[in-house]
């Protein structure tokens, strides 16, 4: 017979957390969650993130980003890929 876990009875085992102990067990999550994961799920998990985080920049913050990260030719260069 297979034993299917309890709701209440898991309810009841988890603990309270302080704001360090969150931390420490969303720090251990995220490392279980990343050595599951193969180089495409990763750079696929990165990917979606990042564009995640850019969504509400304008062209100006964009570009300016850019020139402060990199150079006016990797801003050039990037330009070129763009639709006009």
Known sequence: ????????????????????QLFQLKES?????????DMDSLVHMCRDLLLDAYEDS??????????????????DDLLTNVDT
């Open 1 to 20: 017979m297979i034993s299917l876990p309890n709701p209440t009875t898991t309810q009841q085992q988890m603990k309270e957390l302080n704001q360090s």
């Open 29 to 37: 999550y995220i490392e279980l969650i990343l050595d599951n994961m």
């Open 58 to 75: 304008n062209a100006q913050d964009l570009q300016e980003e850019i020139l402060d990260l990199y150079d006016d030719e990797t801003l």
